[in-house]
T-cell receptor, first 115, second 113 residues
Framework: GAVVSQHPSRVICKSGTSVKIECRSLDFQATTMFWYRQFPKQSLMLMATSNEGSKATYEQGVEKDKFLINHASLTLSTLTVTSAHPEDSSFYIC???????????FGQGTRLTVV | LAKTTQPISMDSYEGQEVNITCSHNNIATNDYITWYQQFPSQGPRFIIQGYKTKVTNEVASLFIPADRKSSTLSLPRVSLSDTAVYYCLVGPYSGAGSYQLTFGKGTKLSVIP
């Protein structure tokens, strides 16, 4: 149980275009989900907290107009990278807590490459 | 959240026991210690969690001394597939609460044939 799925696993897009990444909790409901970014050989950095039915909370330095987060249902959060640039190329990971568990569950990650 | 310090990297031969120690001098009373494993191009995966003394599951053991200022993840008889980055995280357990995790640099474990 407690499976979090991300889609796509990898995507290549042209500079200036937008890309949407989906994060789904498959067998539980998640009122909160978290989005992380990980650059090569670095640790995960929290970008934002996604809250079902309300606005996301962004960490300092993360542009909310560039990284649009929508959490429209209890099982789905989406991250849209708008007007992507090569420096946005990174590994994006979502996680979701499950109410009866004390550990966090992570998606498999999405490798974004902007060319 | 309490800051954690771990070795940047470790090497081990297959079949050996590996112990990775994490320092967390500023751990708070309501903080738990959780370890995650991350393979390249994958999301982290939960390994083990504890509050005090010793916790054991099917993949690892976690040793926590009485003062809780450090913890040691023990991986018995490692194999090549255990090559990964291991993260030690310290923070409060709030049930269905935040889980807003702060990752340190982690320990890159390389298992050698």
């Amino acid at each position: 149980g407690a499976v979090v799925s991300q889609h796509p696993s990898r995507v290549i897009c042209k500079s200036g275009t937008s890309v949407k990444i989906e994060c789904r909790s498959l067998d539980f409901q998640a009122t909160t989900m978290f989005w992380y970014r990980q650059f090569p050989k670095q640790s995960l950095m929290l970008m934002a907290t996604s809250n079902e039915g309300s606005k996301a909370t962004y960490e300092q330095g993360v542009e909310k107009d560039k990284f649009l987060i929508n959490h429209a249902s209890l099982t789905l959060s989406t991250l849209t990278v708008t007007s992507a640039h090569p420096e946005d190329s990174s590994f994006y990971i979502c996680s979701a807590p499950e109410a009866q568990r004390t550990e966090a569950f992570f998606g498999q990650g999405t490798r974004l490459t902007v060319v | 959240l309490a800051k954690t310090t771990q070795p940047i990297s470790m090497d081990s031969y297959e079949g050996q026991e590996v112990n990775i120690t994490c320092s967390h001098n500023n751990i708070a009373t309501n903080d738990y210690i959780t370890w995650y494993q991350q393979f390249p191009s994958q999301g982290p995966r939960f390994i083990i969690q504890g509050y005090k003394t010793k916790v054991t599951n099917e993949v690892a053991s976690l040793f926590i001394p009485a003062d809780r200022k450090s913890s040691t993840l023990s991986l018995p008889r490692v194999s090549l597939s255990d090559t990964a980055v291991y993260y030690c995280l310290v923070g409060p357990y709030s049930g269905a609460g935040s889980y807003q995790l702060t990752f340190g640099k982690g320990t890159k474990l390389s298992v050698i044939p």
